[in-house]
C-alpha cells in the first residue's frame, strides 16, 4: 500500500491506456484483475480482523475485483457473503463470478456485515447511482448458479420503477422530488417488488451507516474519476484502495471526502503522468557560505490594506526569504522587515528576486498604478487578490509577453473573474488558465490544483479545513514568493509554498487565525 504523495493521478482514459500497455506487454485483464484481487485481499485483511465482511458487485471489472476479493478472503477462512447488482458483463468478471462458490444476495436484499466492500463500480461508472444497470432478469440456475431458489438480482425492468426521475443518464441529479412509487409490471420479473425508498445509494448508504468499517474498491461507486463530482448520496467510506494508480477524484472536492484514507495498491500497471499529488518538497537549509540575498529578497507592494501584505511578509521571511522588503506606507510587521515607500525606483532594485503584488492592495487608482509599476519590472512575480482582479482584459494579454516567470493565486472567485466561470473540473480549467496567461496557476480552495503552461499539475492533498479563516491565502502567496526568489522554477516554487502552508496548518490544530499560521510557517520549513 502506497501513500499518495508524489504519486500519478491517472483518469478513466489514463487508467485504461496504461492497462492496455500492461496487455500489449503481455499481460491480460484476468491476471490484473487476480493481482488486484491479491493485493486488495491482503490490505482488506491487515483492515478487517477477523470480522465478518459483506462484498457488494457491480456488473463491470469493479464487481469482477469484488469477485475475486471474496474467493480469497474466504479462502482465508473469513465470513464473507456478496451482495450483486446485476450479472457480471465482462468476460474478466464473469471468469471471476465463476470463481465464487458461495450464494450471491440480490444487492437489494443484502444485510450489513461489520465490514463493507463496495465494488460496485470503478472507472466505468457514467452516470449517477440510481440509474440501474441493465439485466435480462434470467435467474435460471444455469446462468447464476450461486444464487439462491427463489431471489434474483435487481433487473432493469423491476428496478426501472424506482429510477429517481431527477436522475439523467449523464449523471446529474436534479431536485425534482422523491421516488415516484410505480405499480410493478407483470410477467416473470413482478414477483419481487422493490421498495422506491430503496435505490441504490440510499441501500449502499444504509449498509454502510451499519458497517464499523467501509472500504471501497478504487473508488466509492457513486463518483466520477476525472473531476471530483459526486453523482448521487453515496456513503463516506474509512478507506478507498486505489488500483495502479490515483486518480483526480481521490483528491479533487466534493468526491475526495467521500473517499477516507486512500492507499494505492501495485497491480503490476506501470502509471506515469504528468498531473501528480503534491510531494513532500526537498528544501535543504542554507549552505555554508549563504548570505541574505543568496537565500532570496522578495519585495512585496502594500495597499489600503496593510495587513495582508504584513501577513505575506511574515510569511515570506518565516518561510525562509533572506531579505523581505515592504514596499508602502505601513510602518508596522517584525523588526527584520525592511520598509520602503513605494516608487517605481525601490520597485525597480535589481536584487529583488521576487515581486509579490495583490494582497490587500485595493482595486482603486493607485492600486491600478502599482500593479502597471510591477509588471513593468522585469522581476518574476507573484500575483494574488485584488492584483488579480485588476489583471483583467489587456493587462492579461500583456503578460503573456514577459520573460520572468509568473504565478497567480486564485481562490475561486478571483479564478472566474479572470478565467470565467465554468462547470468543467478544476484540473482542466487551472490547465487552460495558465496555458492561456503563460502563468502558473495556485487554483486554491478545499483541493488546490498547481499548473503550468506546459500541462504539468500538481494537486493537493486535502488541507485543514481551520484555514478557511481570512489572511490564510497572503500567508500562502508570501511562503510561495520566498520559494521563488530562492530560485525553484515556478512550478516547484508553488508546490514548495502549498506544502509548506498545510504543514503549517497542520502544526496549527484547530481556530488558528493567519497570524499564527504564517508563524507557523517557520516549524514547518524546519521540519523539511
Ligand atoms: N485499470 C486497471 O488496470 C484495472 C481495473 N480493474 C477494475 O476495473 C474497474 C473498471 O471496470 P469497468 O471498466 O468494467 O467499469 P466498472 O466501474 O466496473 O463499471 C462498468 C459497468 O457499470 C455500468 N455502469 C456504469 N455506471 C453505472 C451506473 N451509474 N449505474 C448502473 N450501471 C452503471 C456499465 O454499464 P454501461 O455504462 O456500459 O451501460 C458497466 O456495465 C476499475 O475501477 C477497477 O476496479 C481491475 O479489475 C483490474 C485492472
Ligand atoms: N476548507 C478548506 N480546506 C483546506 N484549505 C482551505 C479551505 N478553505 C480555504 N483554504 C485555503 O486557505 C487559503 C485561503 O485563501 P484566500 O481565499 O485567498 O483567503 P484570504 O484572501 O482571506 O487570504 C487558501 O490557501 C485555500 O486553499
Ligand atoms: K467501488
Same mark, same amino acid.
Given at each position: 500500500m502506497m501513500p499518495l504523495a508524489g504519486q500519478p493521478l491517472l483518469t478513466a482514459a489514463g487508467i485504461r491506456a496504461a492497462e492496455d500497455a500492461a496487455i500489449a506487454a503481455g499481460a491480460t485483464v484476468g491476471s490484473v484483475m487476480a493481482r488486484a484481487g491479491q493485493e486488495i485481499a491482503a490490505a482488506v485483511r491487515r483492515l478487517a480482523g477477523a470480522n465478518a465482511i459483506l462484498i457488494v458487485c457491480g456488473p463491470g471489472n469493479n464487481g469482477g475485483d469484488g469477485y475475486v476479493v471474496a474467493r480469497l478472503l474466504r479462502e482465508a477462512g473469513l465470513d464473507v457473503r456478496i451482495a450483486a447488482l446485476a450479472e457480471p458483463k465482462t468476460d474478466a468478471a464473469k471468469a471471476a463470478r465463476a470463481g465464487w462458490a458461495g450464494p450471491i444476495e440480490p444487492f437489494v436484499d443484502a444485510k450489513p456485515a461489520p465490514i463493507l466492500i463496495d465494488a460496485l463500480f470503478g472507472t466505468g461508472?457514467?452516470?449517477?447511482?440510481?440509474?440501474?444497470?441493465?439485466e435480462n432478469g434470467d435467474t435460471s440456475p444455469?446462468?447464476?448458479?450461486g444464487l439462491e431458489p427463489g431471489s434474483r438480482f435487481l433487473t432493469e425492468e423491476a428496478a426501472g420503477h424506482r429510477v429517481k426521475p431527477g436522475v439523467t443518464n449523464n449523471g446529474a441529479e436534479s431536485s425534482s422530488g422523491p421516488v415516484a412509487p410505480s405499480p410493478a409490471k407483470g410477467g416473470a420479473q413482478s414477483d419481487r417488488t422493490i421498495d422506491s425508498a430503496t435505490p441504490i445509494a440510499t441501500k449502499l448508504r444504509a449498509l454502510a451507516d451499519a458497517a464499523q468499517l467501509t472500504i471501497a474498491i478504487d473508488l466509492p461507486s457513486g463518483v466520477t474519476t476525472d473531476d471530483g463530482r459526486v453523482l448521487s448520496a453515496i456513503p463516506s467510506y474509512d478507506v478507498t484502495l486505489a488500483l495502479a494508480a490515483a486518480k483526480p477524484s481521490h483528491l479533487l472536492q466534493?468526491?475526495?471526502?467521500?473517499?477516507?484514507?486512500?492507499?494505492?495498491?501495485?497491480?503490476? =500497471?506501470?502509471?506515469?503522468?504528468?498531473?501528480? =499529488?503534491?510531494? @513532500?518538497?526537498t528544501l535543504p537549509p542554507p549552505g555554508p557560505d549563504a548570505h541574505k540575498y543568496s537565500r532570496g529578497m522578495v519585495a512585496i507592494v502594500a495597499g489600503s490594506m496593510p495587513g495582508a501584505a504584513r501577513l505575506a511578509s511574515s510569511a515570506a521571511m518565516r518561510?525562509?526569504?533572506?531579505?523581505?522588503?515592504?514596499?508602502g506606507d505601513d510602518p508596522a510587521g517584525p523588526?527584520?522587515?525592511?520598509?520602503?515607500?513605494?516608487?517605481?525606483?525601490?520597485?525597480?532594485?535589481? @536584487?529583488?528576486?521576487?515581486?509579490?503584488?495583490?494582497?490587500?492592495?485595493?482595486r482603486d487608482a493607485a492600486a491600478e498604478a502599482r500593479l502597471d509599476a510591477a509588471l513593468?519590472?522585469?522581476?518574476?512575480?507573484?500575483?494574488?487578490?485584488?492584483?488579480?482582479?485588476?489583471?483583467?482584459?489587456?493587462?492579461?494579454?500583456?503578460?503573456?509577453? @514577459?520573460?520572468a516567470p509568473i504565478i497567480f493565486t486564485p481562490h475561486g472567485g478571483e479564478f472566474d473573474a479572470l478565467f470565467g466561470a465554468s462547470a468543467a473540473g478544476k484540473i482542466e480549467r487551472a490547465r487552460a488558465a495558465a496555458a492561456q496567461s503563460g502563468a502558473t496557476i495556485v487554483f486554491k480552495g478545499a483541493d488546490t490544483v498547481i499548473a503550468e503552461p506546459d500541462g504539468a499539475v500538481r =494537486?493537493?492533498?486535502?488541507?485543514?479545513?481551520?484555514?478557511?479563516?481570512?489572511g490564510t491565502g497572503d500567508v500562502l502567496a508570501g511562503a510561495i514568493a520566498a520559494m521563488l526568489a530562492a530560485g525553484l522554477a515556478p512550478l516547484e516554487a508553488a508546490a514548495a509554498g502549498v506544502w509548506l502552508h498545510g504543514e503549517a496548518a497542520r502544526r496549527c490544530g484547530a481556530a488558528f487565525i493567519a497570524d499564527d499560521l504564517a508563524q507557523a510557517l517557520s516549524a514547518a520549513r524546519a521540519a523539511l
Open positions: 461508472l457514467t452516470r449517477g447511482l440510481d440509474a440501474i444497470p441493465a444455469a446462468r447464476h448458479p466534493p468526491a475526495a471526502r467521500h473517499c477516507g484514507a486512500v492507499r494505492i495498491l501495485d497491480i503490476g =500497471v506501470p502509471a506515469a503522468s504528468s498531473v501528480q =499529488v503534491l510531494a @513532500r518538497p518561510a525562509g526569504a533572506g531579505y523581505v522588503l515592504l514596499l523588526d527584520a522587515l525592511v520598509h520602503k515607500p513605494f516608487s517605481t525606483e525601490a520597485i525597480a532594485e535589481t @536584487r529583488i528576486n521576487t515581486l509579490l503584488i495583490g494582497p490587500g492592495l485595493g513593468a519590472t522585469a522581476h518574476p512575480l507573484v500575483i494574488d487578490g485584488d492584483a488579480l482582479h485588476l489583471l483583467r482584459g489587456a493587462r492579461l494579454t500583456q503578460l503573456a509577453h @514577459r520573460d =494537486v493537493a492533498p486535502a488541507a485543514s479545513p481551520w484555514l478557511s479563516t481570512a
